[in-house]
């Protein structure tokens, strides 16, 4: 049986030159880069270069790249180091939309039954935020905005530039989860107008366990992890030498070929629409795109199977296509096996059981023309099988 790995926006394979990378630092070069001995200081001059490589990447300077343990880390320092920040003058309200990965969701949610006030901002049918209203819900109470960039269910890029106008036109700090968009299109920290961007390595085919926070410069914010002094006394714990330079290596092989992938997935993007238009038929009546083209980034195409149509769960839909050797996921990873329906198709305004009836494809370097047909067949099948239950019944 053919399988094909479609669910890249969960994560990635680590590619063989990161892998290449990483060794000698768990081997030769293994020194605690607190130390000031010569193994020390030999892994202490890896992260600087590697924070180097990162920094030039979004147009920041090293000093503003915080190393973590990946987006979760990122998303839930930039929310409670700014909000705590911003309690010391008295604000305690927070903008975010209802669309945000549960990194940053559930970070405001605790945030809101300890006392704070958070504005969870609506999004129209395409999941994009609309800049007035987010205005509108400002206050002088408030003391962060925080809006993803790409969202990692349906793909779609939201104005950041624009709303980090209108934050920086109020004063308050501005953050953005760029897990999703970050080497995979443009991420330039001064271009978008923010104060702290979150990213992860295992979605550009590096390691998992490593991530950065993005903090400009001259912003306050609270520690999150308490303990040593390092990176600069923002985040203590050893870091973790290997994934700091796999991260590195990662993000030197995104800037030589980003937009080499991104012509490709978007060839893959295109030609799933078409193939699922000719194969599907008359059953294209039961699909409901939920990733219009113009909206969203290529990588990601996510469709409902329509609840007024037949009834069909995400369940079905992944493990049926998992069965016939094809991985996708209903939405986030970190919420796979929940029998919640997506927040994010909710949002979008479709009912509780289509919102189930969700099924996300993301696409990668290692995919071909032929895995994006192969995958279309079984989708096919998968539907066609409830779809004949349905008017059977």
């Known amino acids: 049986m053919r399988k094909v790995y479609l669910d890249h926006s969960a994560t990635t394979p680590v590619e063989s030159a990161v892998v290449d990378a990483m060794i000698p630092y768990f081997t030769k070069i293994f020194g605690n880069p607190s130390s000031v001995h010569q193994f020390g200081r030999e892994a202490k001059v890896a992260i600087e270069e590697s924070r180097e490589k990162i920094a030039n990447f979004i147009n920041a300077e090293p000093s503003e790249i915080i190393f973590t343990s990946g987006g979760t880390e990122s998303d839930n320092f930039a929310i409670f180091g700014i909000a705590y920040s911003g309690l010391k ?5 927070i903008i975010t939309t209802q669309i945000e990965h549960h990194a940053v969701l559930d970070a405001c949610l605790y945030l809101q039954k300890n006392g704070f006030d958070v504005t969870f901002l609506k999004v129209d049918s395409n999941g994009v935020v609309d800049p007035d209203d987010l205005k509108k819900a400002i206050t002088p109470r408030t003391c962060l905005i925080s809006v993803m960039h790409v969202n990692n269910e349906i793909g779609t890029i939201q104005p950041i530039d624009e709303i980090g106008k209108i934050a920086r036109e109020y004063g308050i700090p501005f953050h953005t989860d760029a897990v999703q968009s970050f080497g995979k299109i443009d991420v330039n920290v001064k271009k978008l107008n923010v104060d702290l961007l979150s990213a992860s390595a295992h979605k550009i085919y590096g390691p998992k366990g490593i991530g950065f926070l993005y903090v400009k410069k001259g912003i306050e914010i609270e520690k999150f992890h308490h303990g040593g002094s390092q990176e600069a006394g923002r985040r203590a714990g050893t870091e973790s030498v290997p994934l700091i330079v796999g991260f590195a290596k990662a993000v030197e092989i995104c800037s030589e070929r980003m937009i080499k992938d991104y012509e490709h997935v978007k060839r893959l993007r295109d030609h799933m629409v078409e193939k699922i238009r000719d194969v599907f038929g008359e059953l294209n009546e039961f699909l409901i795109l939920n990733s219009p083209a113009d909206k969203t980034i ?7 199977v329509n609840s007024a149509k037949i009834e069909i769960d995400a369940d079905a839909l992944i493990y049926g296509l998992d069965l016939r ?7 986030s990873a970190c919420t796979s096996g929940s029998l919640k329906p997506s927040h994010v198709i909710m949002a979008l305004g479709r009912d509780k059981r289509t919102a189930l009836a969700s099924v996300r494809f993301s696409f990668g370097r290692g995919n071909s023309i032929e895995d994006v047909d192969y995958a279309v067949e079984k989708f096919f099948e998968v539907v066609k099988i409830s779809a004949e239950k349905a008017i059977a019944k």
């Open 325 to 331: 050797g094809v991985a996708v996921s209903n939405g």
């Open 298 to 304: 290529p990588y990601i195409l996510n469709f409902s």
């Open 89 to 93: 003058r008295g604000k305690n309200h």
